[in-house]
């Protein structure tokens, strides 16, 4: 069974700091990571990650992955209460009648201070 | 991307009846997901609507329990049958994916349900 880990699972922090969020999967048939901003109840799509070494940036958000150690890394830099918000990581499933299906990790609450 | 609509955004229910969940796409997707989200959880997929066939459920997930309907391209809805306060959570619809698996994938707003 897939499974997808993340940490820390939870982090406060302040304004202007530097945050680095970790996704680590075990996966059967690998297709592609994504990751997602969940502030009330809709996971906003941030990122979608294919392929190993390409960094993939938004702002002050970027994401990396690396399919040798099966992990991937979001960072946020220069942190804003804004900011505040559960981080998702998920797996895509690529396999049999499991295509297209997201297997989500527990999150990462992260909280900034002003 | 794709813009999502959910209706209705939140209900609060009694046990034993039954709510239907609306998901609206504004263009034709292939793949439509219903996934649920548990109080302190995080995102389970409940099953795969696929147009013009029945649906494809993940495990733990039924079709009596949560029977799903798929008219068109653009639209599906979910049921949560005969609820128990266990099913209180936030359904969440979700587009994208598809054969390729290379796709972006989007959500909708939710609904939270409450079930007294």
């Known amino acids: 069974e897939d499974k997808v880990v993340q940490s820390p699972l939870s982090l406060v922090v302040h304004e202007g700091d530097t945050v680095t969020l970790n996704c680590s999967y075990e996966?059967?048939?690998?297709?592609?990571l994504l990751w997602y901003k969940q502030e009330k109840k809709a996971p906003t799509f941030l990122f979608m990650l294919t392929s190993s070494g390409i960094e993939k940036k938004s702002g002050r958000l970027s994401s990396i992955l690396d399919k040798k150690e099966l992990f991937s890394i979001l960072n946020i830099t220069a942190t804003q209460t804004g900011d505040s918000a559960v981080y998702l990581c998920?797996?895509?499933?690529?396999?049999?009648?499991?295509?297209?299906?997201?297997?989500f990790g527990q999150g990462t609450i992260l909280t900034v201070h002003p | 991307s794709a813009v999502i609509s959910q209706k209705p955004s939140r209900d609060i229910c009694q046990r034993g009846t039954s709510l239907t969940i609306q998901c609206q796409v504004d263009?034709?997707?292939?793949?439509m997901f219903w996934y649920r989200q548990q109080p302190g959880q995080s995102l389970t997929l409940i099953a795969t609507a696929n147009q013009g066939s029945e649906a494809t459920y993940e495990s733990g997930f039924v079709i009596d329990k949560f029977p799903i309907s798929r008219p068109n391209l653009t639209f599906s809805t979910l049921t949560v049958s005969n609820m128990s306060p266990e099913d209180s959570s936030i359904y969440l619809c979700s587009v994208g994916g598809g054969v390729s698996s290379y796709n972006e994938q989007f959500f909708g707003p939710g609904t939270r349900l409450t079930v007294l």
């Open positions: 263009s034709q997707v292939t793949m």
């Open positions: 996966v059967t048939n690998f297709r592609s």
């Open positions: 998920a797996n895509r499933n690529a396999g049999g009648t499991s295509y297209g299906k997201l297997t």
